[in-house]
């Protein structure tokens, strides 16, 4: 008999529960249990409906970067007791806005952002269980691809969008080098910025369905949403 699964989500705040109203209704925390309150069409796609013993480690945090992978999330799981047969990583937004408005250092951020989760992804590999599988999640943009700055309370950055896409292009590279699934988080979020409202307001669950975003970079409750599904596709992919 396989072993159960255990899930493991590292990386940033695109995967933790805070921002989208609590324990439970985050993007990883949906992948592993829906809330059928709030996603009913998702009721019995999840890992426990697959796996009634799957197991869940929420290891990442808010705000962090590359840096927390490598220093402080990783050997968080290399101690975990079961080893991994699901690893998210949602990595390089917050490394990339350190250097918001400033283009060149922006593609250094890209450069070493790669370079991190090159890294990272062949440790993670060997502290999977047989089978197991890694997912690395692209990096949305909450001006919709508008660039529009001044309504996202930001300084002009005339780059912005053609610099994340350079992130997220890397993002997926890294990934394909080293045999891990790309969540197309990104392309999920499409239209759920700007095009949809204001993504700076803070309410975790806001009337408007379609706005996906809070306090600018957060997923709120229905963006939780949004990242559960491309993670969900990215590990049925074939």
Do not use: K
Request: some cysteine; charged content about 20%; hydrophobic content about 45%.
């Amino acid at each position: 008999m396989a072993p159960a699964a255990h899930y493991v989500a590292l990386g940033d705040s695109i995967s933790i529960d805070d921002y989208s109203g609590g324990p439970g209704r985050g993007g990883a925390s949906l992948l592993h249990r829906n809330r059928d309150d709030d996603f009913a069409e998702w009721r019995g796609r999840d890992l426990l409906t697959v796996d009634p013993d799957a197991t869940f480690s929420l290891l990442a945090t808010d705000g962090a970067t590359t840096r927390s992978l490598l220093e402080v999330q990783l050997p968080r799981l290399a101690a975990l007791t079961r080893r991994p047969t699901i690893v998210t990583v949602t990595i390089g937004g917050n490394d990339l806005l350190g250097a918001f408005g400033d283009t060149s250092a922006a593609r250094g951020v890209v450069v070493r952002v790669r370079s991190a989760l090159a890294s990272a992804l062949p440790v993670i590999d060997e502290l999977l269980a047989p089978g197991g599988r890694i997912v690395v999640g692209t990096v949305y943009d909450p001006s919709d691809g508008t660039g529009d700055a001044g309504r996202l309370g930001l300084p002009p950055w005339d780059d912005a969008v053609a610099v994340l896409a350079e992130l997220n292009a890397s993002l997926r590279s890294v990934a394909g080098e080293y045999g891990a699934t790309v969540a197309e988080i990104a392309e999920r979020f499409a239209g759920h910025g700007l095009l949809s409202g204001d993504p700076t307001r803070p309410e975790a669950r806001p009337a408007e369905r379609a706005l996906w975003f809070c306090n600018l970079i957060e997923p709120n409750a229905w963006g939780a949403g949004g990242v559960r599904a491309a993670f969900w596709d990215a590990i049925h992919d074939n």
